[in-house]
């Protein structure tokens, strides 16, 4: 998959990893994928059964065509370990008998 500047009016299409390494664009934009990968009915299924490391490299990995499965799940792995997510990254919370939460608030991001 291929990346472009949200600034440019003529866009340089860039890989993955190269939109990575920059950060930004040279005209000071924003790198978005050239297209939206979707996910078929079947995927999404798939995706209940798996950890969520592995859930995160699968999605990711529609986005970063250019790295490989493995190295993508090892970086997830590392990303949402339990040292730094402890009771997971993304742990449900029962409200009340009725209500779950996804408690957000929990890991090194600071973002709540």
């Known amino acids: 998959m291929t990346y472009t500047s949200t600034r440019s009016v003529n866009p340089i299409a860039v890989s993955a990893a190269e939109a990575i390494k920059r950060g930004l664009a040279p ?8 297209e939206i990968p979707t996910l078929s009915h079947d995927e999404i299924g798939r995706l209940a059964s798996l950890t969520y490391p592995e859930r995160a490299a699968f999605v990711i990995g529609k986005f970063l065509t250019d790295y490989s499965e493995k190295e993508l799940l090892e970086d997830a792995c590392a990303a949402y370990s339990e040292e730094k997510f402890p009771g997971g ?16 608030w929990h890991g090194p991001t600071c973002a709540f």
């Not at 990254?89 to 957000?104: C, E, G, K, N």
């Open 89 to 104: 990254a993304a742990p449900l919370a029962d409200v009340d008998s009725t209500v779950t939460a996804l408690a957000l």
């Open 27 to 34: 005209d000071g934009g924003l790198y978005m994928p050239s």
